[in-house]
């Protein structure tokens, strides 16, 4: 009997609580960990020596996401009271981790450069790969009818990475789209050009040392696995694997899985057969299903309550007119906005009245546009009930203070001076001029006029030294625009200074001076403009104008993020450079990186960490994020539940990644197989939505969408339903 377990679950049974429960008999029995002494046939017979070291080997533990394996990690160092050696990753953090570690390997066998692989951030990779295959952009050779430039880039290099992925070699990626995708309009010599574009891609990179998603994990499923040496190596390391969520796992997982099984380790495994949360973004969880036939099987019948009661999903979607229970209200209106202070408002009551705490409330839609995120801020935060916005994704760019800071960076450095404007140099005077609550003349806090998305902020612990108005007259008088040098005067360069008062004074001519500084103090003799990194200088301007005083968390994740994008971008310009043979200058590379932040690309997202003590709040997420991070609340939301949006995934799945299933074998899509897919998914969303909440779902739909037009989605039928209810009562 196989040692390995595989348990299988709905959303919030217990799934993750059973692996830690078997994790932590095997960690306080007697003997420890389990070791699998006869591996599979054909792999050598581990001899008593390597059996005794495998007792001191780590366990290699598996997490669907960053934030979920920080958890899990906590989990299981309680649980063996931190006695044992475990490796917490995620699937790409492994590959990666691996290929970097393994280079000199990948070096030998391949022929790479022998230089430090650096891995490329996706915004850098579409910027590089748009360059590279300018020429064939030009010339029309590739081109996909109805799609922009930007977005034909962007599909071809997802579809490298949702090819590398499933373990499809990058040469059949073409051949599988030519054969399962309907483009009468494309022709073989189209095929054939996107298949080359992608080689010269990845030979370029390879060239350079610099690795994308879909480039590393092809280097680690094709070239690095097989290798004798590193699987020898992955045997004296790991004696056994955990791997939670695996449905969410890509399908080289699985081979990864399957070597170490056969090497002799353990393996516990969570499955949530109707998961899948990541299908369409590389997971390939029939695939990974076939693993369960190696473990000993354990199904967790027991159901989560659901707001559902005693109905099931299956039943509302398959019985048309079936009465919805009480716990599926609606809140109905004509307009969208209508429906957002609606929603907004039935918040409010509920927190006033006592009747449900702000953390207890979720608001989840298909996607959260600007506007309902706004709305739903602005209101309930009249009324003292805190929000929070679930992994948001919103343009880097959209935050006051990092336009502040990349102004001041085109002030600093030369050539940058046809991308800034008068208007962005008064917003930078005021988002940088901020004071502190008792009085005292100094740093800068939060943007005092406009948050991300032009919000207003309400801190009044905080408060502008210039003013929007003040800022615009020194951006009028004092800002001297130049191509090549632009500038800040003195305060006292145009007649009237005496109209800014003091203290605008005094915070302008502080600004004015740290400026003047960073000319002079980092210049080389014959250079008078900066060469210091960028990144010295943005982090010296948060320092100096932002981080003594206290920041909102939104704007620290927004400047954690664009020093993380400022560290990689110029740690990729740096390796470039030394095989440009025409060098850019630094004030070149600023202005690059300006547009590209600018372009809107990039979000706030950086590197999770241990969340600290945070404000109970309401919670604003999307459908799919909401999954991913796996919480529960008592009563949810569901906005423009009468939409469209709510089946087919939209931008969840990936140009072409139905074909890259392992049981897809390349088969062409029909109309038929993408319906089916579309009911599927929505199937498993609404499951795993009506899982999470226990008491009550509300339904909010408007006839009109964000569009101004007349909504016709599939669930539009519960509202219905409701609607009738309501009259007949």
Not at 78 to 100: C, G, K, M, R, W
Not at 224 to 242: A, F, I, M, S, T
Not at 485 to 492: E, T, V
Not at 495 to 516: M, P, T
């Amino acid at each position: 009997m196989s040692l390995s377990f595989w348990i299988s679950g709905e959303v919030l049974t217990g799934k993750t609580t059973r692996l830690i429960e078997q994790f932590q008999i095997w960690a306080n029995s007697g003997t420890g960990f389990p070791i699998a002494a006869i591996p599979k046939p054909g792999m050598p017979v581990p001899t008593a020596r390597a059996l005794a070291t495998r007792r001191a080997q780590a366990m290699l533990v598996f997490a669907d996401s960053g934030d979920n394996r920080l958890q899990l990690t906590d989990r299981l160092l309680v649980a063996s009271n931190s006695q044992y050696p475990i490796h917490t990753t995620t699937p790409l953090s492994f590959f990666e981790d691996e290929v970097s570690l393994f280079w000199p390997l990948l070096v030998q066998s391949l022929g790479l450069t022998a230089t430090f692989p650096l891995r490329l951030r996706p915004e850098n990779e579409q910027q590089l790969a748009s360059r590279l295959w300018q020429s064939a952009l030009d010339a029309g050779q590739l081109r996909l009818p109805g799609v922009s430039r930007s977005r034909l880039v962007r599909q071809c290099l997802d579809v490298l990475q949702i090819a590398a992925f499933s373990g499809t070699p990058v040469e059949q990626i073409a051949p599988r789209l030519e054969a399962g995708l309907v483009a009468p309009e494309l022709e073989s010599a189209d095929w054939e050009c996107l298949s080359q574009l992608l080689l010269d891609w990845r030979q370029w990179c390879w060239q350079r040392g610099l690795l994308t998603y879909g480039i590393l994990t092809e280097l680690y499923w094709r070239y690095l696995l097989p290798l004798p040496e590193y699987q020898h190596h992955l045997q004296r390391r790991y004696r056994g694997v955990l791997a939670d969520d695996v449905d969410n796992y890509p399908a080289i997982a699985k081979d990864l899985f399957d070597l170490l099984l056969d090497q002799g380790a353990v393996g516990l495994f969570t499955y949530n057969p109707n998961g899948s949360i990541r299908l369409g973004l590389g997971a390939d969880p029939v695939y990974l299903l076939e693993l369960s036939r190696r473990c000993q099987s354990e199904t967790i019948t027991e159901q989560p309550t659901s707001a559902l009661g005693d109905l099931t999903v299956d039943e509302l979607l398959q019985t048309p007119g079936l009465s919805l229970p009480d716990s599926l209200p609606s809140l109905q209106t004509v307009s969208r906005s209508q429906l957002l202070r609606q929603v907004a408002n039935t918040i409010s009551k509920a927190v006033q009245a006592g009747e449900i705490q702000p953390q207890e409330i979720a608001v989840i839609g298909p996607g959260f546009d600007a506007i309902a995120r706004y709305t739903l801020i602005e209101i309930l935060s009249r009324q003292n009930i805190p929000v929070t916005t679930l992994n948001d994704q919103r343009p880097l760019i959209s935050s006051a203070l990092v336009r502040g800071l990349l102004t001041l960076l085109t002030l600093a450095y030369p050539g940058c001076g046809r991308l800034m404007e008068p208007d962005q140099v008064a917003e930078m005077l005021v988002v940088l001029s901020g004071r502190s609550a008792c009085g005292l003349a100094g740093p800068a806090g939060i943007a005092p006029t406009a948050g991300q998305d032009g919000q207003p902020l309400r801190s009044s612990a905080f408060a502008p030294r210039i003013d929007p108005v003040r800022a615009g007259l020194l951006a009028d008088y004092c800002f001297q625009p130049h191509p090549q040098q632009p500038r800040l005067l003195p305060a006292d360069s145009f007649a009237r200074w005496d109209r800014l008062g003091h203290e605008a004074s005094q915070a302008y001519g502080e600004l004015w001076q740290w400026l003047e500084q960073q000319r002079t103090s980092f210049a080389q003799p014959g250079q008078p403009y900066l060469t210091l990194s960028p990144v010295f200088v943005l982090d010296r301007a948060i320092q100096q104008f932002l981080w003594p005083n206290h920041i909102a968390s939104d704007q620290i994740v927004a400047l954690r993020e664009l020093m993380e994008t400022a560290q990689h971008y110029w740690a990729v310009s740096d390796r470039l450079q030394q095989t440009n043979p025409q060098p850019l200058t630094i004030g070149e590379t600023v202005g690059q990186f300006i547009e590209l932040l600018r372009a809107g690309t990039i979000t706030a997202n950086p590197f999770p960490i241990r969340p600290g003590r945070t404000e109970p709040a309401v919670t604003l997420a999307s459908a799919f994020q909401y999954r991913s991070a796996r919480p529960s609340h008592r009563w949810q939301f569901w906005l423009d539940v009468g939409g469209r949006l709510w089946q087919g995934g939209g931008a969840v799945i990936l140009w072409g990644a139905p074909l890259f299933l392992k049981q897809s074998d390349g088969q062409p899509q029909t109309l038929q197989t993408q319906t089916q897919a579309d009911d599927d998914q929505l199937r498993r969303l609404l499951l795993d939505l009506c899982h999470r909440t226990r008491d009550r779902i509300y339904l909010c739909h408007s006839d009109l969408s964000v569009t101004g037009q007349e909504q016709m989605g599939p669930l539009l039928p519960w509202v219905e339903a409701t609607y009738s209810a309501d009259i007949a009562s």
